[in-house]
């Protein structure tokens, strides 16, 4: 068994961060290795035979107000601008989500939505964002009434769907990620840098390894009885790492149905989310993300299920109190594998933005070295 100094368990977005970290600066080989049979984790995409950019996991922006994690990823690729817009079908119309003035317009008579929207600049703050469950906190009639129609309307059944509980069951900081915008801005997102790698995240990871220090084998599941390394740097789950001892961290899936459609378009837009109708939770149209041409489109409906081993992939840790101290148990056993280092989303059982990901990669790189 050869002797290994550097061993990266992923070739997800962390994994190649700190594998490159690793042969960039320190200039020493680094072994990366991934149970899957392509690099990207679930960042991966590629082109189908129409040459449409695929997300096969699912649509991928990258946002982010980090300085650092931009120009390091901008060393890697060039980049496709593009402000993510999504709509929500409610109540028969398209309504732009997260909720908005222009969403007051949409689903209120005009008297109505004009009152409400004054009373939001006036109490929020022309260009603030608050979430939902502050928003219910108010102490007016109309608003109340705003957050309750909002609440049931865009949050509790998509929440039933995507999550399998309520969202008063989950860690406040999920409803938090979307908020209610005093603007007319349909953004979705409101980061500095907001953007899509222009040849794809494949290229983009695949350009992060391309270090000559850097071995990558795929189809290659992590067992530490088959490798010999002086230091492991683990993005898979960390409950699987320890065989489940302690019982095993739940998860969301996801489930996608990508079909081919022969019209040049689906929808108007890349992303339409369906919180009260239907199994799925949106619909995305992969060609809106690199603004591709084509004369058929291509579209993926998404089911959410709960994870199970063996049948789906891993997704979403689900932010709740018992999960987080199970996996809190799991740490103390992580303090006693001193050459093994968790991070990534699974490794750190954290629902984690790509930029928060790099980052978290680029720091512990520093911690460590």
């Given at each position: 068994m050869?002797?290994?100094?550097h061993l990266?368990?992923?070739?997800?977005?962390?994994?190649a961060v700190?594998?490159?970290?690793?042969?960039g600066?320190?200039?020493?080989?680094?072994?990366?290795?991934?149970?899957?049979?392509?690099?990207?984790g679930?960042?991966?995409d590629?082109?189908?035979?129409?040459?449409?950019?695929?997300?096969?996991?699912g649509?991928?922006i990258?946002?982010t107000?980090?300085?650092?994690?931009?120009?390091?990823?901008?060393?890697?690729?060039?980049?496709?601008?593009?402000?993510l817009?999504?709509?929500?079908?409610?109540?028969?119309?398209?309504?732009?989500?997260s909720?908005?003035?222009?969403?007051?317009?949409?689903?209120?008579?005009?008297?109505?939505?004009?009152r409400?929207?004054?009373?939001?600049?006036n109490i929020?703050g022309y260009?603030?964002?608050?979430?939902?469950?502050?928003?219910?906190?108010?102490?007016?009639?109309d608003?109340?009434?705003?957050?309750d129609?909002?609440?049931?309307?865009?949050?509790?059944?998509y929440y039933?769907k995507?999550w399998?509980?309520?969202?008063?069951?989950l860690?406040?900081?999920?409803a938090?990620r979307?908020p209610?915008s005093?603007?007319?801005?349909?953004?979705?997102?409101?980061?500095?840098?907001q953007?899509?790698p222009?040849d794809?995240?494949t290229?983009?990871i695949?350009n992060?390894?391309?270090?000559?220090?850097?071995?990558v084998?795929l189809?290659?599941?992590?067992?530490?009885?088959?490798?010999?390394?002086?230091n492991?740097?683990y993005t898979?789950?960390?409950?699987?790492f320890?065989?489940?001892?302690?019982?095993?961290?739940?998860?969301?899936?996801?489930?996608?149905?990508?079909r081919?459609?022969?019209?040049?378009y689906?929808?108007?837009?890349?992303?339409?989310?369906y919180?009260?109708?239907?199994d799925?939770?949106?619909?995305?149209?992969?060609?809106y993300?690199?603004n591709?041409?084509?004369?058929r489109?291509?579209?993926?409906?998404?089911?959410p299920?709960?994870?199970?081993r063996?049948?789906?992939e891993?997704?979403?840790?689900?932010?709740?109190d018992?999960?987080?101290?199970?996996?809190?148990?799991?740490?103390?056993?992580?303090?006693?594998?001193?050459?093994?280092?968790?991070f990534?989303?699974?490794?750190?059982?954290?629902?984690?933005?790509?930029d928060?990901?790099?980052?978290?990669?680029l720091?512990?790189?520093?911690?460590?070295?």
């Amino acid at each position: 068994m050869r002797k290994i100094k550097h061993l990266v368990v992923g070739a997800g977005l962390s994994g190649a961060v700190m594998a490159e970290r690793i042969a960039g600066v320190l200039n020493e080989p680094v072994l990366v290795i991934d149970a899957r049979g392509h690099i990207g984790g679930n960042c991966f995409d590629y082109r189908d035979k129409n040459g449409i950019c695929i997300h096969k996991y699912g649509p991928h922006i990258f946002h982010t107000s980090n300085g650092e994690v931009w120009h390091y990823l901008s060393r890697f690729t060039k980049w496709h601008p593009f402000f993510l817009k999504v709509q929500a079908y409610i109540d028969g119309k398209m309504v732009p989500f997260s909720f908005n003035l222009n969403s007051l317009k949409k689903c209120f008579p005009e008297d109505m939505a004009q009152r409400i929207s004054q009373k939001l600049i006036n109490i929020v703050g022309y260009g603030n964002r608050l979430s939902i469950l502050k928003l219910r906190e108010q102490d007016d009639a109309d608003l109340s009434f705003l957050a309750d129609y909002i609440y049931r309307k865009g949050f509790l059944n998509y929440y039933k769907k995507q999550w399998g509980v309520t969202p008063e069951e989950l860690d406040p900081a999920v409803a938090e990620r979307v908020p209610v915008s005093v603007s007319t801005n349909d953004d979705y997102f409101v980061d500095r840098y907001q953007a899509i790698p222009q040849d794809g995240y494949t290229k983009m990871i695949e350009n992060i390894l391309a270090h000559p220090l850097i071995e990558v084998r795929l189809n290659t599941p992590y067992d530490a009885e088959n490798f010999e390394a002086e230091n492991v740097y683990y993005t898979g789950p960390i409950d699987e790492f320890f065989n489940y001892e302690l019982g095993e961290l739940p998860y969301r899936s996801l489930e996608f149905d990508i079909r081919e459609e022969n019209t040049p378009y689906f929808q108007n837009g890349v992303v339409v989310s369906y919180p009260n109708n239907y199994d799925f939770t949106r619909i995305c149209e992969h060609k809106y993300f690199l603004n591709d041409k084509s004369d058929r489109t291509v579209i993926s409906l998404e089911y959410p299920a709960a994870f199970e081993r063996g049948k789906n992939e891993r997704y979403y840790p689900v932010p709740q109190d018992k999960n987080l101290e199970l996996y809190n148990r799991y740490l103390l056993l992580a303090e006693n594998c001193k050459n093994v280092h968790f991070f990534g989303r699974l490794g750190d059982y954290r629902y984690y933005n790509m930029d928060v990901a790099v980052a978290r990669a680029l720091a512990l790189f520093k911690e460590l070295y």
